[in-house]
């Protein structure tokens, strides 16, 4: 049995011990992607190492990201696999741009709301 993406990720993360593991859901809610996955690193190094260990084991299943942005400072890193969106963040950015809450109160506004 052939694993996900979304699988290859999340086991990727997990492996090194990422932080509160989100998974987001959001087709119907934007045409850029299906998913997006947010995680939190406990340091710069860590969050680096989290996006590097995702990269390594997709690269391994033969799924190349489209690109990977932020490394360089290691307090916000987005892996865009076009289908699927990893951001792995530092808490307090995370807690920040809180893009759980904005993904999630997107989805339940309806047209009224707009």
């Known amino acids: 049995m052939t694993d996900t993406l979304q ?3 999340v ?4 492996d090194l ?5 989100e998974v987001i859901d959001v087709r119907g809610l934007t045409s850029v992607t299906d998913t997006l996955i947010v995680v939190s690193g406990t340091s710069n190094r860590h969050v680096k190492s989290l ?4 990269v390594t084991e997709t690269k391994q299943s ?11 400072i290691g307090e916000w890193v987005l892996v ?6 990893l951001h792995v963040m530092l808490p307090a950015t995370r ?10 109160v997107s989805g339940d506004m309806d047209d009224s709301a707009l």
């Not at 011990?17 to 593991?21: E, P, Q, S």
């Not at 996006?51 to 995702?54: E, F, G, K, L, P």
Request: charged share 35%; net charge negative.
């Open 95 to 104: 807690e920040f741009y809180d893009l759980e809450r904005l993904w999630r």
């Open 7 to 9: 699988d290859i990720v």
């Open 17 to 21: 011990k990422g932080k509160a593991i």
């Open 80 to 85: 865009d696999y076009g289908e699927l969106v």
């Open 51 to 54: 996006a590097d260990n995702v």
């Open 11 to 14: 086991n990727a993360l997990e």
């Open 62 to 72: 033969g799924i190349r990201p489209l690109g990977v942005e932020g490394e360089d």
